[in-house]
């Protein structure tokens, strides 16, 4: 839990921090980005309130985790479809229909297994890593928790940036900003209730 709950402070600095680089910080008044904003930061109050309460992390809590997950993307869909169809709907209408084509989608989808593979294996060595540290010398599990935080954050920074640089260069920022926000809400989203859950399942098993 602290490893996610830093993971999703980070990300939200780094989203911060190149919102700020870009000079985007006015495209925050949309309120599909303000809606974004909100369901952010209670993906890190879940966790605060969570460990602040030691509320037990076991199956019973999973259900609540699923439903509050399909509420947070259906609240995104909706707030982003009444309040940025003028701009956005016909560019993502664009960009699906560039996606449809089979051979892209094929090409999309290997890279996303291969990346996935490498991703578990990367994390299987540094967990290990990390927790053979922490038992050499004596290192408390949550300065452990925050750290793989933010290693396991750098592609968000990543990605921050570049799509608000990319969108930039063809004069829409707010494109870019739309990518960088729908990036860290998922990313915030999947941490704390998709992989957490894996991991509650896979340690009740």
């Given amino acids: ?3 996610i709950l830093s993971s999703n402070v980070i990300n939200l600095i780094q989203y911060l921090a190149a919102i700020a680089f870009n000079q985007n910080a006015d495209k925050l008044k949309n309120t599909a980005i303000k809606t974004d904003m909100v369901l952010v930061i209670l993906t890190i109050a879940i966790p605060v309130l969570l460990l602040g309460l030691d509320v037990p992390l076991n199956a019973s809590i999973v259900p609540m985790f699923i439903l509050l997950y399909v509420g947070f993307r259906l609240l ?4 982003h479809r009444i309040y940025l169809h003028n701009e956005e709907s016909i560019e993502q209408v664009e960009n699906q229909s560039e996606v ?3 051979g892209r989608v094929i090409q999309y989808v290997l890279i996303l ?11 299987e060595f540094l967990g290990n890593a990390l927790e053979s540290l922490c038992q050499r010398f004596y290192i408390s599990e949550n300065i452990i928790g925050i750290l793989l935080g933010f290693i396991t954050s750098i592609p968000e920074l990543i990605t921050f940036f570049e799509s608000q640089k990319h969108y930039r260069k063809a004069e829409k920022d707010m494109s870019g900003v739309v990518e960088a926000t729908n990036n860290l809400l998922t990313s915030n989203t999947l ?3 998709v992989i957490q859950t894996i991991g509650i399942l896979m340690l009740k098993t």
Avoid: Q
Wanted: charge should be positive; hydrophobic fraction near 50%; avoid cysteine.
């Fill in 1 to 3: 839990m602290y490893n």
């Fill in 76 to 79: 995104n869909h909706n707030v």
């Fill in 100 to 102: 449809k084509s089979r």
């Fill in 113 to 123: 297994a291969i990346t996935g593979v490498l991703l578990f294996i990367v994390g």
């Fill in 191 to 193: 941490n704390l209730f």
